[in-house]
């Protein structure tokens, strides 16, 4: 073979490896984009599926399918949105034996699909979108429906934040696979309409009304009336409890008996009745809720006190005043935020600011808890600069801001949550007898009733004996916060939608309470915010001029050192050859005959 | 296998008598330095991610400076000849070549390991985007260099050298911000994608997050492996 023809070969075979070479890194990145593996190194597997979840999607049944609608804009945060979602709902779909699938849509080219998602509020946001000039925005859609059998869930709309996804999407997951939904048995007492009240105008209102509407979505909300034939249904997954006004020894017993026999409650029990009299005459007075000795038995004690704040500037309460609704700001109006809120628990995680308007003090005995065997965690505390006002109160008793220190209380507990077994008062004993309607019966019969009130049969049945299961309730000192009056506030604008979050928190308790605990850990998720030590101003100093200088300085010292040592070598080989002698290093004797250079 | 580890150690050797080598490295360092003292106590938080997102950014500097000489310096002294005339494949030439260079590197990434320990002291940082990040750095090197040193070997000017390749690793950098490859998908949706994908940034965000993906990792592999089945071609076409 010539050497023109070898080379010939050889060009020959490198364009063949070449060619081939293409080809196998095309075939890996295509194949890579189908077929990949991810890693998520994070010390809290911070993109990864939580061990809840992956629970969760094993018992799935049947199979669920999610629509994840996505716009093919050009927007970066979408485009990186979608790839990390699609990313993460591969995950979902490996993690569930095959019960969970999705489909990525894009409705821009399709007008009907664009229609029907509007029916279920699904309509594309605005997506920044930089472009040579600055930023502008383009409207793409991103939203997700969760379909299964033939049931309907609110739909993620609008979908933004990746690290919800996993809470979000399961949560959906549950509520649609559930047979049923989960019983809220809600008691709250409704108003008494003074007799002959001719005015509807000036009727009291039902300020709870409108809550079984509110959460019926999710939620099939019983009111019940605590009484006989209207008790705590067998069924129920969470009771919640508004504004209790002394409640009668059988109803007091239905309630604790459900919460220790391991029951969910959301009990919202104010210390004080307010009045409708702003501004004039008494406002607030003491009021019982017949709970106090269970609550003592549990380690918390709701005082009969006032929480003002300096947060109230805020928030704004809603009240009745001749049928209209009045608004005003005073320091009652509590908003709790930032660090006051809670951040690890599951019902207040993630909230910014929530709204508890007129609360009371919460006290919470420690060790009394811990003998009860109950565990209690403060969920929201008032504002550092706080004051508490005695009852009975007068109107102007809200103008009195203090000015010194020494008069502020910092941070009083409003809402906590207390776990475990709870203690059961009426253990042993038999059941109290139910009270009868108000309505059947004349104010003679309540007077002999009271002189009867020591006698053996206001109990009826044998004693009881429960054994105490693991029970959970949030418990708050107000019950103002679910006012629907409230939301009206709300709808006028003027404070945004603080009394929205309050309903939120509410609802973040009922779907805990009712979907089960991997829905509470996956919500309670949350990561360590890694922050660096606060350093005085000279020692940043120092740590810069480290960081930056000592590296450069090392390496160009080195240099300097390396060439030094290369120069001196150089003069000694210099030394040695060109002049012909045996070279010497610096002091030593020159050989005999040895030139210099 | 010998033959290439004999030009690994030549090369390698070599940068640490090249004055130019120890400029390219000191700015190098300078700059890093600042911008990670700068964002460090400006966030205020004990993590690397901005540093790792903008590292490629200093490597166009660093990669070109130090590939540059790879070829270019041989062609224009006369020593490529009796480099090829040796019993050395031009796959183990280019192969040791382009390890003493990547070795050299990966020295002067070593040398930001005061930046973690800094961390390390001042806070509790979460190691995983941290090897996450330096996993990606190796990488991206890797790449670069890669490109470096098949432009090294189109010409014997080093400066044409240094600018051929600023120019491409800019330009692969550069596809990955939003505003260039979102108005190329507004003419034609096609080529914007793939200029995104193509963009390094594209890929190794998600490793300086602590995501390590197949898909990233073997788009860097498959990048470094075509340059360098080019410089060998390139190489090749000379014997």
Redesign the interface.
Known sequence: MTMIEERGSRRMLLLTAGLLLTGILVVANVLASRFFLREDITAEKRYSLSEPAVRILKRLKDKVVVKYYVSNTESPALQQLKRETIDRLIEFQMASDGNFEFEVIDPEPDPDLQKTLKDRDIVPVTWPLPTKSGVEFANGYSAMTVNYLDKKVDPIQPYMDLSRLEYDLLRRVLAVTQDEKPVVAMYAPRPDIPPHMMNPMMMPQDEFAGLPDAFKENFDVRRIDLKEGSSIPKETKCLLILKPKELKPRQRYEVTKYIAEGGNAILCLPRYSIGSRMFFGPLAEEIKTGLEEDLESWGVRIDPEVVCDASYRRSAVAFMSAGKVQIAQPPTAIMVSGSNLNQDSFITMRMSDVPLPWSAPIRIDEAKAKAAGLTITPLARSHAATWLLHLPLEADGLRKIPSKKEELKPQQILACYIEDKFPFAFNDKPAPKWEKDKDSHSPDEDKDKEKDKDKKDDVEGPPTKIQSKEGRVVLFSTADHLNLTNLQVDRLGIFGSPYERAMYMVYNALEGFTLGDDLIKIRAKHYEERALKPLEPNEEIIWQAVLVGAVPLAVAAFGLIRWLIRRQARVLYEKRFAGGGTGRLAGTEPAKGGGQA | MRATWVIFKREFGAY??S?IA?VF??VF??TV??V??LF??RE????MRLFFELLPWFFIWLVSGVSMRLWAEEKKVGTQEVLLTLPVTSLQAVMGKYLGALAFMLLCLA??F??PL??YL????????I??GYLAAVLVLAMFLAIGAFFSSVTQNQIVAFILTALVLALLSLAGI??V???I??IQ?EV?EFV?WVAVTYHFGNIA???????DV??AL?LA??FL?LN??MV??R?
């Open positions: 640490f008598n004055t120890y490295a000191i360092f300078l330095g600042g990670y003292v460090m106590f205020g938080k004990a993590d040398l930001t005061p930046f800094s961390l001042l806070g509790t940082p979460d190691w995983g985007p090897i996450g939003p505003p490859y979102s108005n998908m507004a949706r914007g995104r997050r602590g995501i390590v993906d197949s898909r073997i788009y498959s492996a075509f089945y060998v071609a090749e076409g014997r």
